[in-house]
């Protein structure tokens, strides 16, 4: 037992927690890990999004919430393709719950009031991935865009 525990601090590779299932819940907590990760800098204003939105769509208090986003992160970690979480995604959900679902991402993009290339890259490949028009994505980003705060000059 005590081995087990040194185990724990020593860094043992053996230890090693489940992944969540790959279902369309998680892809999309694991896309959205993946969108606040797409600018090199995943901040707590992107955490606090992605449990906000998990917590709304899935009806799970704060703890519940922060559980699954750490499960997702472990998936987002394991899944090395976008389009592979995009594609779980399309063949569960209907095309509306697709575009809710860019609009999730975006609103984890703005968390941090920064919108980074890379991260617009990320976006317009699930986007594309999803199913979702050019159009309709512009007008997702906008809106998400506009619950920015407004800079004071």
């Not at 941090?112 to 317009?124: T, W």
């Amino acid at each position: 037992m005590f081995s087990r525990i040194l185990s724990l601090f020593g860094g043992d590779s053996t230890f090693k927690t489940e992944l969540p299932e790959a279902d369309a819940r998680n892809a999309l907590g694991a896309l959205m890990v993946r969108a606040a990760k797409a600018d090199h800098a995943y901040l707590f204003e992107e955490v606090e999004q992605i449990d906000a939105v998990l917590g709304k769509l899935y009806d799970l208090n704060p703890v519940e919430a922060a559980k699954m986003r750490a499960g997702c992160e472990k998936l987002e970690e394991e899944m090395p393709k976008t389009e592979e979480l995009a594609g779980i995604l399309h063949d569960a959900i209907s095309q509306s719950d697709r575009e809710a679902a860019v609009s999730a991402l975006w609103s984890v993009v703005f968390a941090d009031g920064v919108e980074h290339e890379e991260e617009d890259q990320l976006l317009h490949a699930v986007e594309a991935a999803l199913g979702v028009s050019p159009e309709v994505s512009k007008q997702l980003h906008d809106i998400e865009m506009a619950k920015l705060p407004k800079k004071r000059t």
